[in-house]
């Protein structure tokens, strides 16, 4: 009677992680530290809280559902400095959606895209392997089926496009990248990019570009993102949504709030769908959004403290479990032999909770490709990270 297709996805991998090490309890001298999921936990801006408090007399009215005036103009202002685009390239009555974090705009992306005809082939999703999970349950409950694009150490941690048939693009509908990518922390440079959306294209599917973690980066540059790319094609969003996020930008995972950008058509239906379908986003987290999207300064501090903390992994780790200082994100992605093994052991006698690799990736008939690593999670102060890591060191 119920929804098979939910009942079909497999365990979220921090379930998984929790089965795994039930019944382990680190010993009483090892204080846990969390590294398990990509929770900022830094503080945000204190103006975050001023502005929430400053808008109390809110909470007897709906906002809209396409966000306020305020909020789609910051966001269309912020891209266009952060992008350097041209002037006028990203409209914000008609290009930007506010979405609850960018999941929810992740998530639907594959409803407006995917459109099944039940007397053809079913529709392919395509998606990086490891992945965030949302690419799959969205795709799946849209009625498509997965594809999942090896993202290895070979193919330089991002799909080899070189992999896609004609044929399989000719069936694919939606085609999700995430630059810089969960976990590895590859970025796609701008001949990457523009592959991609000239095949969205070609093909006529809709390209989703996750570019939650583009402000968290070790190089001088900073990630090229998929607007870029629009902008030298002429400057239309034809085939394109781009999900942002202020959970990992400002240390605010807490408020719920991002925004993707897209063509008018597209960003019209996630509209209308999120009339159907969503909370709208309340009036005080719109203005402590617009407000986070309009400065720059809290995000170079934090961008700052990451850069330390990757500082402290390389001195403790460089040489061992193929470490490599990530181009962006906050993973540490380790080859530790056996991901499970290690992640168990990290627990119950280091006090330190890491995700295994392989609960992130899907495997088909061979060996799990991503079984032999962790993924770890650099969100926490920098004692915490030394202390974390000098055990993992020390542990493994
Ligand atoms: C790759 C990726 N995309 C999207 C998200 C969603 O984050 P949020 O909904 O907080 O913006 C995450 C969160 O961890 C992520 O790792």
């Not at 408090?53 to 400095?81: K, M, Q, V």
């Amino acid at each position: 009677m119920l929804n098979q297709r939910i009942e079909g996805l497999r365990d979220y991998p921090f379930r998984r992680l929790a089965d795994l090490i039930s019944g382990a309890t680190p010993a009483s001298n090892r204080p846990p530290i969390d590294l398990a999921v990509g929770e900022p936990r830094h503080q945000p801006p204190a103006f975050v809280g001023d502005l929430i408090d400053a808008r109390r007399d809110s909470w007897n009215r709906y906002p809209p559902i396409n966000g306020t005036p305020e909020f789609r103009a910051a966001c269309a202002a912020w891209l266009t400095r952060r992008y350097k685009l041209p002037a006028g390239m990203i409209d914000p009555e008609t290009m930007i959606a506010p979405s609850a974090g960018s999941r929810e705009s992740l998530y639907m992306a594959a409803t407006i895209a995917i459109n099944p005809d039940e007397a053809g082939p079913k529709p392919l999703a395509l998606m990086p392997n490891p992945f965030y999970q949302v690419y799959v349950g969205a795709s799946v409950l849209a009625g498509a089926e997965p594809v999942f694009l090896a993202a290895t150490k070979a193919s330089g941690f991002l799909p080899d496009l070189d992999a896609l048939t004609p044929e399989m693009l000719d069936r694919t509908q939606i085609m999700y990248l995430c630059t810089p990518a969960n976990p590895q922390g590859a970025v796609a440079d701008f001949a990457y990019l523009e592959r991609a959306l000239k095949l969205a294209r070609k093909h006529d599917f809709l390209l989703v570009s996750d570019e939650c973690y583009s402000e968290i980066y070790s190089t001088d540059v900073a990630p090229t993102g998929s607007l870029e790319i629009a902008a030298a094609l002429g400057g239309s969003l034809d085939n394109l949504l781009v999900c942002h996020t202020l959970s990992k930008r400002s240390s605010a995972p807490g408020l719920r709030s991002g925004f993707s950008v897209g063509s008018p058509q597209a960003i019209n239906l996630l509209n209308r769908l999120r009339a159907y379908s969503c909370a709208a986003t309340p009036f005080p987290t719109s203005d402590a959004a617009t407000a986070l999207w309009s400065d720059e300064s809290h995000v170079d501090e934090t961008r700052a403290l990451y850069r330390a903390k990757f500082d402290i992994a390389e001195r403790l780790l460089a040489g061992r479990f193929d470490f490599y200082r990530p181009q962006g994100g906050f993973y540490l992605w380790l080859n530790v032999g056996d991901g499970e093994v290690a992640t168990r052991r990290l627990w119950a006698e280091g006090g330190v909770k890491v995700l295994p690799g392989a609960y992130l990736t899907k495997h088909g008939e061979g060996p799990n490709p991503s079984q032999p690593y962790i993924r770890i999670a650099l969100v926490t102060d920098l004692a915490s990270t030394e202390e974390a890591l000098t055990r993992v060191a020390a542990l493994l």
